[in-house]
């Protein structure tokens, strides 16, 4: 583990005994704080130590993202009790059904465009974020990768999740929430902990606006050919001061948006890589297709190359089609 998230759960501890202290002061028989209190000192005892971090089972490091959600955590996965795995177990169920109610509804035709997207986390929770949300004649689109994996990458996908829902409701532009999110993600967070993400708005008319944070390229599918939208800013949680620049592009009638994440890209079949030039040479030969047929012809793809092998990483595909403005508007 670094030293900074070493000196931060230092902290962290100390911070929590004085509050303990502060409480029993004024409940001096509570059993349950008096606990807590014990814990919190065998944790900085263990920091004087040197044996902060490592299971008192197998002697091998703990999960670093398990530390940071509960710094007094003594053992690794593999040395739980079954109290603890039945409650951890519990804990990713609910983690898994709140990532599902938060996911957009499949097959949205709105504002002009029809949308389709597969969303599969590669274990119980995803750090991949997916949203589609019409407003006032638009559609708006997110899709993110938050850095690490299981239940410590869901929330923030589930904080990224609030925050932009929250702030489109404000009425501010594209800009100006990546702004106010990427502030939030750097005071909030640990060092080393971010996210990639594109998101825009795309009118009824075609005119669509993107921001690529970090993010791999866009993709546009057209019947003339295929263009590609590299990132222009830095991930988000990254610096505190970025300026987010935009892609402003006309889609026409049967163009498609295809958004991914590293789960496609980086699909593996013994040493080689899926790679995003494979999903281009794809989607230039699906042009044509509807979204849930580019989609439905991805994902058989990367599952015939990589021959059936396993998921490493979760994979979120979305694929945003214009109907075209003589088409109107359908949900």
Request: glycine share 8%; hydrophobic share 40%.
């Amino acid at each position: 583990m670094a030293q900074l998230e070493l000196n931060f759960l230092h902290d962290e501890l100390e911070e929590r005994r004085r509050r303990l202290e502060t409480a029993l002061a004024s409940a001096p028989h509570n059993k349950d704080l008096s606990g807590l209190l014990r814990e919190v000192d065998s944790a900085l005892q263990r920091f004087e130590s040197g044996t902060y971090g490592i299971c008192e089972e197998c002697h091998e490091s703990v999960e670093p993202v398990r530390l940071l959600a509960d710094p007094l955590v003594r053992y690794c996965l593999d040395h739980l009790s079954k109290t603890e795995r039945t409650g951890l177990q519990r804990d990713l169920d609910l983690a898994s059904e709140l990532q599902r109610k938060l996911l957009p509804p499949g097959n949205l035709r709105a504002e002009g465009w029809e949308t389709c997207y597969h969303y599969a986390p590669v274990g119980p929770v995803s750090g991949d974020y997916c949203d589609l949300f019409a407003s006032d004649g638009e559609l708006y689109f997110v899709l993110a990768d938050v850095s690490g994996k299981g239940v410590a990458a869901s929330l923030r996908m589930t904080q990224l999740h609030a925050l932009f829902r929250s702030l489109l409701g404000m009425g501010l532009s594209l800009s100006e929430i990546l702004t106010h999110v990427n502030r939030l993600l750097c005071e909030n967070t640990v060092a080393g902990q971010y996210a990639t993400l594109v998101c825009g708005r795309a009118s009824g008319t075609g005119e669509v606006e993107i921001f690529n944070a970090g993010h791999l390229p866009v993709i546009v599918a057209r019947r003339s050919g295929i263009e590609q939208f590299e990132s222009t800013c830095l991930p988000l949680g990254m610096f505190r001061e970025v300026v987010f620049d935009a892609i402003s592009l006309r889609m026409d009638a049967n163009d498609t948006l295809f958004l991914y994440t590293d789960g496609l890209s980086e699909a593996r079949c013994a040493d080689d890589e899926y790679g995003v030039d494979r999903i281009a040479i794809l989607l230039e030969k699906k042009a044509a297709n509807s979204a849930a047929e580019l989609i439905s012809a991805c994902l058989a793809d990367v599952r015939a190359f990589a021959d059936g092998g396993s998921s490493f990483d979760d994979l979120t595909l979305l694929a945003i089609r214009h109907l075209g403005t003589e088409r109107g508007l359908a949900n």
